[in-house]
C-alpha cells in the first residue's frame, strides 16, 4: 500500500501537504509526530473516510484514492480507531461476528427463519470467530456484554473485529491510548504476532515512544503534514529535525 503526494485541506487549514508512504510487505510501520501532525488524517485517507484533493492512494496497485470506506475494506484494508467503536449491549462474540458480515450473504428473511443456508453460515463464521478469540487469549470472556469489561479488553476486541474481515493490511490509530503498562505489553505483543503468525503488513500511529522503537521494523515522522524523516527505529532516533520537532533531546538517548 502506498500513498503518492497527498494534499489534505480543510478549508485554510492544511492537513497534509505532499505525504509520498509506502508500506513494504510483511513489516509493521509506525507513524508519528505531535498532536495536530496530520497522522490520523493519513490514515483517514488510507481507508477512504477522508479524500485528499491532490494526490493519490494505491492498494495492491489499485488507485483507492475515490473510494468509499466500506469498498476499501472489502479489498482488504481494516481498521482500527482511537477510539472504542463497539456494541457496548452486545457479547464478546456477537460484537467479532459484525467484523464478518462483508463475508455474509444470508439476507434478513432467511435470518429470521434460521434454517439451511442461514444456518451454516453461522456456523462456519462463529469457527472463524474461535481461532480469534484463541488467538487474543479471550475465551474466558467469549459470552460476556462488552460494556462490562475493562478498558484493555475491549481495546483487544476492536482488534479483534478488525481482524475478523481477514485483511491483507491492518492500520491501527493508537491501540495503546489509555492502557495501563501491563495492557500496553498485551497489545504489542499481539501486533508482533499478528505480522509474524497471520503475515499482515501493519501502519500503527502511536505516541508511545517506547513501544513504537521496540516494535516497529520503519518509521515516518509527520510534523505539520509534512513528512520529516523516514527510517528505522535507530536512525530515527539520532534525526536531528525529529529530535527537533518531537522527541526531544531526553527521548532521543
Known amino acids: 500500500m502506498r500513498t503518492e503526494s497527498l494534499h489534505l485541506r480543510f478549508g485554510?487549514?492544511?492537513a497534509l501537504t505532499n505525504v509520498t508512504a509506502n508500506l513494504k510487505w510483511s513489516e509493521i510501520l509506525a507513524i508519528i509526530g505531535p498532536n495536530?501532525?496530520?497522522?490520523?488524517?493519513?490514515?483517514?485517507?488510507?481507508?477512504?473516510?477522508?479524500?485528499?484533493?491532490?494526490?493519490q492512494v494505491f492498494f495492491e496497485s489499485v488507485d483507492v484514492t475515490q473510494l468509499k470506506p466500506h469498498r476499501i475494506a472489502k479489498l482488504g484494508v481494516a481498521r482500527t480507531f482511537q477510539g472504542i467503536q463497539l456494541f457496548q449491549g452486545l457479547s464478546v462474540i456477537d460484537n467479532l461476528l459484525t467484523g464478518r458480515h462483508i463475508y455474509m450473504?444470508?439476507?434478513?428473511?432467511?435470518?429470521?427463519?434460521?434454517r439451511g443456508w442461514?444456518?451454516?453460515e453461522e456456523m462456519r463464521e462463529r469457527r472463524k470467530i474461535e481461532e480469534i478469540i484463541d488467538f487474543l487469549e479471550i475465551k474466558h470472556i467469549r459470552h460476556?456484554?462488552?460494556g462490562e469489561l475493562s478498558y484493555g479488553l475491549r481495546k483487544?476486541?476492536?482488534?479483534?473485529?478488525?481482524?475478523?474481515?481477514e485483511?491483507?493490511?491492518?492500520?491501527?490509530d493508537e491501540p495503546m491510548a489509555g492502557m495501563n503498562l501491563e495492557e500496553k505489553e498485551d497489545m504489542a505483543r499481539f501486533v508482533i504476532d499478528i505480522r509474524e503468525a497471520l503475515d499482515i503488513p501493519i501502519v500503527i500511529v502511536e505516541h508511545d515512544m517506547q513501544v513504537v522503537m521496540d516494535i516497529a521494523d520503519r518509521i515516518y515522522v509527520l510534523n505539520w503534514g509534512n513528512v520529516i524523516a523516514e527510517g528505522?527505529?535507530?536512525e530515527i532516533k539520532k534525526n536531528a529535525d525529529v529530535i527537533k520537532a518531537y522527541l526531544g533531546e531526553e527521548k532521543s538517548t
Open 156 to 165: 483487544r476486541i476492536d482488534l479483534g473485529r478488525a481482524l475478523a474481515m
Open 105 to 114: 450473504k444470508t439476507n434478513p428473511l432467511q435470518s429470521f427463519f434460521y
Open 118 to 120: 442461514s444456518h451454516r
Open 12 to 14: 485554510g487549514v492544511t
Open 36 to 55: 495536530g501532525a496530520g497522522k490520523s488524517c493519513l490514515l483517514n485517507c488510507m481507508n477512504g473516510f477522508y479524500h485528499p484533493q491532490e494526490g
Open 144 to 146: 460476556k456484554l462488552v
Open 232 to 234: 528505522t527505529p535507530e
Open 167 to 172: 485483511p491483507k493490511v491492518l492500520l491501527m
